[in-house]
């Protein structure tokens, strides 16, 4: 096992933009991985490679915790529902805040998987949700620019809070 620093607010890596993977290399297996534990260890649903410092479009999803995290390799959101829901949302990289924010319902997504294979799916609810917040990662763009103005809590106090 083995676990990164998760860069949080403030430093300015994470607005930068990750570039688009073209060939999965033993380094980014081994980045995979490391998210994988990084993201168990703080308790969180969902990683991008940019939060442990690499600026490769990277995500991992964990929409449910006792199953394997989701894997995927420059993702991209192709559509998405005009419906929209608000929900609660807190980052690895916002430590101890969470806040608001309004996703699309439903979307379809667009990636690679962890075998560099071509995958298209639909996802709702609150893995729509993790995939929306870990893609807006990947362009520098953290969910505190959207959050629904005056719900930004710091939760330090609360336990077991999930974070993306
Ligand atoms: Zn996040």
Not at 32 to 57: E, N, Y
């Amino acid at each position: 096992m083995s676990e990164r620093i998760v860069r949080q607010t403030g430093d300015e890596i994470l607005r930068k933009h990750s570039k688009t993977v073209t060939e999965l290399t033993d380094r980014l297996k081994e980045l995979i991985k490391d998210m994988k534990d990084t993201m168990k260890t703080h308790g969180g649903c969902g990683l991008a490679a940019v939060q442990v410092g690499v600026l490769k479009r990277i995500i991992i999803c964990a929409p449910e915790e006792e199953k394997e995290a989701v894997v995927l390799i420059n993702p991209e959101i192709v559509s998405m529902s005009d419906e929209t829901e608000i929900d609660s949302e807190g980052c690895l990289s916002v430590d101890g805040y969470r806040g608001n924010v309004a996703r699309p319902k439903n979307i379809v997504v667009k990636a690679k998987d962890e075998n560099m294979n071509d995958i298209e799916f639909d996802a709702d609810g609150f893995f729509a949700r993790i995939i929306c917040h870990e893609v807006d990662h990947l362009d520098g763009i953290l969910y505190t620019d959207k959050v629904v103005p005056g719900t930004l809590k710091d939760v330090t106090e609360e336990e077991n809070v999930k974070e993306e």
